[in-house]
């Protein structure tokens, strides 16, 4: 199903793609547990750049890192990469961090804030 119509990935899987790349980096670095989290990121933002067309079942790999780290919110970039060396795609999105009950914006907990600095 990700490639559309036109025989190529269709834009609404990059963000996917950035999606799952940012949560798994913080599952793997015991930033983000997503069952019992008391604090979780939404996304408020989103864009994509295409630079050139990915196809199933082509590899993808995605690169995250962190722009800018707020005191409740963080801007990540991304950039996605198929066969070649250049990035097919580059974008951005950003999550607040908000009460999982509440869903109001709350400090980035401490074990979160050392795992999203690595990446700055």
């Not at 019992?36 to 994509?48: A, K, R, W």
């Not at 196809?55 to 919110?73: Q, W």
């Not at 109001?104 to 907990?109: A, D, G, S």
Request: with cysteine; net charge negative.
């Amino acid at each position: 199903m990700d490639n559309d119509a036109y025989g190529h990935v269709n834009n609404v899987v990059y963000y996917s793609w950035f999606d799952t790349a940012v949560n798994a980096y913080l599952i793997e670095h015991g930033a983000l547990d997503i069952h019992s989290s008391d604090t979780i990121g939404l996304v408020v933002e989103t864009s994509c750049n295409y630079f050139a067309p990915l196809a199933f079942p082509e590899p993808v790999h995605v690169g995250i890192r962190v722009a800018k780290l707020g005191s409740s919110s963080v801007r990540y970039e991304v950039g996605v990469f198929g066969s070649e060396e250049m990035s097919a795609a580059k974008g951005h999105f950003v999550h607040v961090y908000v009460d999982a009950r509440t869903r109001r914006p709350v400090p980035l907990p401490a074990q979160l804030k050392s795992v999203l600095e690595s990446l700055l």
